[in-house]
């Protein structure tokens, strides 16, 4: 019979350490299929954060195809995507450092094909009949002028210039999609106060001799509708995913011009376009499709009949499921799953059975350190229902005195128009493997359920989803699942500002984190890039209209309130939440002697990717808890100097 080492939470020995976790890790993302070949982008904080395009061959080799010194990165809305494009081997991508596209050529370097400085472009395709690309372009060439962005063309020829505009005078586009006869492009295409979920519209034209557009029209979108993801069929017919009926759900435009839906269910087929180049369906043949779509929080994989608009499920073993491409016979996507992390993943769709490409990491953790996830409902404001996954402490070696309940961990996810999903994350390992019960909530305002959920937080950042980081926290204590007196919350960007406004307007939380949060709402609407400079409208009001909001639900207004520690980290470079967020906010707590601690990172923007500092994060907010709540960690861990907290020597010295 096992033995069991009894101790208290947080003092438990666990494998998950951070420097594991940074040195096996990789973000995964974008793949793409060219004729036999498969490519992806690698984000590695081992390389400084670089993004390196990959390429797996029909034989299954796998190597680097940008070479060091660059990076396959565009700054397009400041949260990129769509970085690159492929055709028959040659690989278009925008570069970090300069911005511009550079082509490579098949085993060549990297070429220049655009020069023109503060241009940036994202979301390109290859128009081989025209030999150019179709891309976004965002000029920042007028200082003092907000960006402007247009649908464009870059000819092959290398003339070095910015390209010709085909379409602008809106305030964004995205999405150019062309027709399988190169005949007609779509796009999608949004203006201020709209976010692209709140509402866009999907254009197409009709392309001339010349390469320039004719006659463009609106297929769908306005009158708060939100369009994702155009694509064209093989037989010509346009597919789009709309909210017109509450949910983001499949339609069609036919040749004739009339729009049907494909397939209406309370499901998402969709999902907040923060970054370009996101797929959740693609054709494999002219009559199917593979789609992955999400219900409460569950991601699940289905093929669609186009004939029969019948939607059959796929088994899977996954939870986690985004960027489908497919070819005939197969399909590519990026899953995971609580027991797997995040993977490229091949589908045989004869056989149905899945290879793994790649993993985001090949750490091996025995289960018995491994914290399940249980969805969970729970009551909230006003008769609601809100939702979260929630991990119990999990050790193999460990278990806490009888009479002890856990700490809990509220992680309160970034947007806030986005969603926690069930895939593995060894993060979230790093606290239940060491005592520290977690609690992912996909409160009020998340997407995956229904545009109703999505709305909850119009007018009501804040407020609702503070109101249900708190009540989630309450019905596990309610359960005996938590300890109401070790209550911590966590979050990044607009998590943070959940985080923040938590801890000063509310009394559940006795500490927090906040990771480049958001603690001045109005300092935020007035200082911060095109893409989110409108996003505050829908979340508290129109701020000319509405400043007595940002001034009352902004937590640095109101630090007399607030009466717990926290920890702030913050990127120095960041342009989307600006570090004097965080520096004001730490500068009150201190002069108020509160215990505050601040994690200052040079070089990094807006979230980190260099590993030293993912690592310094995630050891220095456990360093932080561990001295304010007592616990014994074992081990080393770096000290963080934390203002009105008596010093003492760093745990486990």
Known sequence: MKEWRIAPYGSWASPITSDLIVAGTVGLSQPLIDSNDIYWIEMRPSEGGRSVIVKRDSEGHIADITPPGFNARTRVHEYGGGDY???????????????????????????????????RYADAFVDHQRRRLICIREDHTVVGREAVNSLISLNFAGDYGAGEVLVTGNDFYSSPRLSTDGARLAWLTWNHPNMPWDESELWVAGIKGDGSLDAPERVAGGNQESIFHPQWSPRGELYFVSDRNGWWNIYRQDRAGVVEAVIEMEAEFGMPQWVFGMSTYAFESAERIVCSYVEEGIWRLATIDTETRRLEPVKCPY??????????GYDVMRAGSPTEPL????????????????????????????????????????????????????????????????????????????????????????????????????????TGFGRAYRDRLKGKWGIVDVDDCVNGARYLVARGDADPNRLMISGGSAGGYTTLCA????????????????????????????????????LFGPYLQARDVYYARSPINFTDRLSCPVIFFQGLEDKVVPPSQAEIMVAALEAKGIPV???????????????????RALDGEFYFYSRVFGFEPVGTLEPVEIKNLAAASAPGN
Request: no cysteine.
């Open 85 to 119: 494009a492929v055709r028959d081997g040659e690989v278009y991508f925008s570069n970090f450092s300069d911005q511009q596209i550079y082509v490579q050529r098949k085993g060549g370097p990297p070429e220049a094909l655009t020069a023109v400085p503060n241009m």
């Open 319 to 328: 939870t986690d499921i985004s960027y489908i491409r497919s070819s005939p």
């Open 343 to 446: 993977s490229l993943v091949r589908l045989d769709l004869n056989t149905r059975e899945f290879e793994v490409l790649r993993k985001a990491n090949n750490i091996d953790i025995a289960n018995g350190y491994l914290s399940q996830p249980e969805t969970i409902e729970f009551p909230t404001e006003d008769d609601r229902i809100a939702y979260g996954f929630f991990y119990r402490p999990t050790n193999a070696n460990y278990r806490a005195p009888a009479n002890e309940r856990p700490p809990l961990l509220v992680l309160s996810h970034g947007g806030p128009t986005a969603a926690s999903t069930a895939s593995k994350s060894l993060t979230i390992q790093y606290w239940t493997s060491r005592g520290i019960g977690v609690l992912d909530v996909n409160y009020g305002g998340s």
């Open 503 to 538: 801890l000063t307007f509310r009394g559940a939380f006795k500490a927090g984190a906040s990771h480049y949060g958001v603690s001045d709402a109005e300092a935020l609407a007035k200082d911060t890039h095109k893409f989110e400079s409108r996003y505050l409208d829908g």
């Open 597 to 615: 601690a601040y994690i200052p990172f040079a070089g990094e923007q807006h979230g980190f990717r260099q590993a030293q500092n993912i690592k």
